[in-house]
């Protein structure tokens, strides 16, 4: 499963920005996950989709700002971020689990795509 990131960019604060992840031709069989890191502090949990799309898990402080979704005819995943914060600036990445339904924990997830850096000004 190839993965490829792309949508990121500077945004003020309260801005929104929508993260794309083209994936393989397999990727409708796996979970997908977005991740991101800050400098200088470690790689952190975002959000997931399972295969399907019916089930999504996200990390505490993007609840109710981020969404996640996908479209399995066009093997991709976004990642919808509304009411952004200077904490969210970071070097977004999406993944592919083997799992249909994939954790929060990165070693869960096998193949990762190349990041797309997120910048959000106060």
């Known amino acids: 499963v190839q993965l490829q990131a792309s949508g990121g960019g500077l945004v003020q604060a309260g801005g929104s920005l929508r993260l794309t992840c083209e994936a393989g031709?397999?990727?409708?069989?796996?979970?997908l996950g977005w991740f991101r890191q800050a400098p200088g502090k470690e790689r952190e949990f975002v959000a997931a989709i399972s295969w399907n799309g019916r089930y999504t898990n996200y990390q505490d402080s993007v609840k109710g700002r981020f969404t996640v979704s996908r479209d399995n005819v066009k093997n991709t995943m976004y990642l919808q971020m509304s009411s952004l914060k200077p904490e969210d600036t970071a070097v977004y990445y999406c993944?592919?689990?083997?799992?249909?339904?994939?954790?929060?924990?990165?070693?869960?997830?096998?193949?990762w795509g190349q990041g797309t850096q997120v910048t959000v000004s106060s």
């Open positions: 031709r397999t990727s409708s069989n796996n979970g």
């Open positions: 993944a592919a689990s083997l799992k249909a339904v994939a954790g929060t924990g990165a070693d869960g997830y096998r193949y």
